[in-house]
């Protein structure tokens, strides 16, 4: 057992600072972490700077939790110092562990997005066409941003990650148990969970920890949230509404089916599953009821493809959290001759 | 150089065959000589209901150009609706595949009796063609290493060292 404190960072790379609060949101149990450790570097609570990690010893960090997608260089180079300084890297949140809403800009590119937010969106007004540059030159000298990659990056596509806290953000109480419990053995020398480890969550699916009852229907066609008041006691699913409680990780107490949302996949896939909306295709198909084997080839077809259409965007909802880290990972583009983008 | 390695390159159609009526037909149609181009691996699966959206994706992940799926005609499936559930699946991956960029001759579901070599055959000789008129897929390299596309030259940058 050492007698210094476990010396413990947080770092948002793409990310919405949602991580952070919920590890604020751990209640009472925060002013005993706060004492158990000694933070050394956190942008988003305390005043550190870059270099004073670049300053740290190699392995001087012995936990660091990283939130946040790797979107840009500048990720990128973070990940990379940071895994250097930390004897302990934990993908913290939906985003380092899956890619969660920022993967989703692997539908497109990166050209495509700037184009959309700086010239094209409904609600834009930039007449003179300002877009960001990566290298400015000004009357002070150069300025230079990150470059956006065009495919977002999860934390272990980059780096090796030791442990895993799904969710977005994770739930406090687990977040409370989980990072609990690592500082507990780093500062007692206990034996650490083994290195790869999901934390603060189940090995089972979210409908396990719904209340709502499953009945075996089946339906004919899906319905988008504002179509249709569900029944408050049966399983969304069942009721057509899509629900990715069958396709993720258990761990969070199934909060949203129990407020009458559907899961929407935030704490990832579930053991043995290896892509989320693979995964959700089987589902929706085992529980849609359409198409009259009798009615024959052509016309089977057209009714089995016509309840399909009522699941809109299958890829935005299925992979809303997880697309970063799926069997594909990014939508394929082609650049036409003159720079124009299209998909396939 | 890409583009001449993938027009001389046969297309790789990843076929998941029912052991029923599609690999038996499959098979009729080697034996027969039937000429069906040497594109297709075949993979026999008990039924085309068995076939998880999992393996289309990974098949075209892993480097398949296409990927077929056969089964017994509708009403005549050994486990009685197993072809339906296939087509249930097909119809919405198909739409999720869209929104991917994957053209939709590039995963095909076609039934096909235990008596039908030639038709099989045909399919599949069908399908090569289209697969050569698309050209390669090679999702590994060209989607995701950037290859081709051109996408992703900053992701491939080294980092710096950020602690120099
Ligand atoms: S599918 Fe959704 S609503 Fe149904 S039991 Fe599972 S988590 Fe609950
Ligand atoms: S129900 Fe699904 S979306 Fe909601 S918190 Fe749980 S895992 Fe996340």
């Given at each position: 057992m050492s007698a210094r404190k476990p010396r413990l960072a947080m770092y948002w790379a793409a990310s919405c600072g949602g991580c952070e609060v919920s590890l604020l949101n751990i209640g009472e149990k925060l002013a005993a972490l706060g004492d158990a450790v000694e933070l050394v570097f956190c942008p988003c609570l305390a005043d550190f700077k870059l270099a004073d990690v670049q300053a740290?010893?190699?392995?001087?960090?012995?936990l660091c939790l990283f939130n946040g997608a790797v979107r840009n260089s500048e990720n990128r180079q973070m990940a990379y110092l940071l895994r250097r300084k930390s004897a302990l890297l934990v993908a913290y949140g939906s985003c380092a562990h899956e890619?969660?809403?920022?993967?989703?800009?692997n539908l497109t590119t990166a050209a495509a997005i700037r184009e959309t937010v700086?010239?094209?969106?409904?609600s834009t007004d930039n007449p003179a066409a300002v877009v960001p540059a990566e290298i400015s030159q000004v009357p002070e000298g150069t300025l230079e941003l990150p470059v956006l990659y065009d495919t977002v990056l999860t934390l272990d596509q980059v780096e090796n990650v030791d442990y895993y806290l799904p969710g977005c953000p994770p739930e406090s109480p687990r977040v409370a148990e989980a990072i609990g419990g690592l500082v507990a053995a780093l500062a007692g020398g206990a034996p650490l969970p083994p290195r790869g480890s999901v934390l603060g969550a189940l090995e089972t699916i979210v409908c396990e920890e719904c209340p709502r009852k499953r009945l075996s229907r089946r339906v004919e066609r899906f319905h988008r949230v504002h179509e249709v008041a569900p029944d408050p006691k049966a399983c969304l699913l069942e009721q057509g509404l899509v629900c990715l409680g069958v396709a993720t990780r258990g761990g969070c107490g199934a909060l949203c089916p129990r407020v009458a949302m559907g899961c929407r996949g935030c704490y990832g896939a579930p053991p043995g599953v290896e892509d989320q909306g693979g995964r959700m295709v089987a589902a929706i198909a085992a529980l849609t009821a359409a198409g009259d084997p009798e009615a024959g080839g052509a016309r089977l077809r057209e009714q089995v493809d016509a309840a399909m259409a009522t699941v809109v965007d299958p890829a935005g909802t299925f992979y809303g959290y997880s697309l970063a880290h799926s069997l594909l990972r990014r939508a394929r583009v082609t650049r036409k001759a003159g720079g124009e983008e299209g998909r396939g | 150089m890409d583009q001449a390695q993938g027009s001389a390159r046969e297309p790789v159609i990843v076929g998941f065959l029912c052991a029923w009526c599609a690999y038996l037909a499959a098979d009729a149609a080697g034996m027969a000589r039937a000429g069906h181009t040497p594109s297709m691996r075949p993979i026999r699966v008990m039924c085309s209901g068995r076939v998880e959206p999992e393996f289309v994706l990974r098949a075209l992940r892993d480097g398949a150009d296409g990927v077929l799926i056969a089964g017994c005609h509708p009403g005549a499936c050994h486990y009685v609706d197993g072809n339906l559930k296939a087509l249930r699946r097909f119809a919405l991956l198909q739409r999720l595949l869209d929104q991917f960029g994957v053209e939709r001759e590039r995963v095909q579901l076609v039934w096909v009796g235990a008596a039908e070599a030639a038709a099989f055959a045909a399919a599949v000789d069908r399908m090569a063609a289209q697969l050569r008129a698309l050209g390669p897929l090679r999702w590994d390299e060209r989607v995701l290493g950037g290859e081709g596309a051109g996408l992703d030259a900053g992701n491939a940058a080294v980092p710096e060292d950020a602690s120099a």
């Open positions: 740290l010893p190699d392995g001087a960090i012995d890619g969660c809403a920022p993967g989703l800009a700086y010239r094209g969106g409904p | -």
